[in-house]
């Protein structure tokens, strides 16, 4: 959490020792204005975030003076991040990871009530040395999750008018490209491959995914996995660690919050319950 109010008018300038991270950051209270390299800026509004990828790309806030500013943020190593979100990581944030690129992909998303609980808790949380360094950690993670969430969920929502009258090209495409994830779980293409393979561009068949299926490829595909799982759990005698596997998940915690999340306990719980 962090609280300024500048005397005068006040540049900050963002520039990480550790090249290659995610920055994101809410506004609470006040105002300021957030240039990028490219001269891009924006001027989030209280209760509004952004978040973008810094590579040795300086970020500078701009502050008025007299006017109090209250921001609550995080900075988290770009591997860490995909670390944590793994397979889950949605393809509106996917930018981030991708290891090709070097834009900052800013993203711009409003604040859910959730966030704010995090921030409360880190007011309030009466705790020192290394469980306080650790339940910041923990805060930073949900935050991100958050974060990526509520930016899928707006890239979701906002579709033009025209995805509703889908052409018949676009409704055989949106199809074919179904089919070919589920044919492919474990090793799925990704989105520019299956948008170029059916003919489309990847912000077309997301939104054409959405009109048709009311989803996002990202999230058909997850579905698909979990309920391919779900049927090897009902199926077969394979363990929770070679289900993951089979179901395109390279590691198993992320598979067991993922089954847990969608189908309300984890895949050995569901496995118990079978039997009996």
Known sequence: MSRIIPANDLSIMVEPAEKDRIISSVLLKGSAALTLKDEETIMPEADTGYAFRYQNNPAKFSLKAGTEVLTFGISLPTNLYAQYLGDEIPDAV????????????????????????????????????????????????????????????????????????????????????????????????????????????????????????????FEALRKERLEHAKRLLEETDLVPKEIAWASGYRHVSNFSNAFRRQFGCSPAKYKNHLKN
């Open 94 to 217: 996917r930018c981030w990871i991708d290891q090709a690129s070097s834009e900052h992909h800013l993203k711009t998303f409003s604040a859910p009530n959730e966030l704010r609980a995090i921030f409360m808790g880190a007011e309030t949380a009466a705790l020192v040395g290394p469980l306080r360094r650790a339940y910041f950690e923990g805060a930073a993670l949900m935050y991100a999750s958050l974060v990526a969430n509520e930016i899928a969920k707006q890239d979701g929502d906002h579709l033009s008018s025209e995805i509703a009258h889908l052409t018949r090209h676009e409704i055989d495409a949106v199809q074919a490209a179904y089919e070919e994830l589920k044919r492919n779980l474990g090793n799925p293409p990704t989105l520019s491959q299956l948008a170029r393979g059916v003919g489309l561009t990847e912000k077309r068949i997301n939104h054409a995914f959405k009109a048709q299926f009311g989803t996002t490829v």
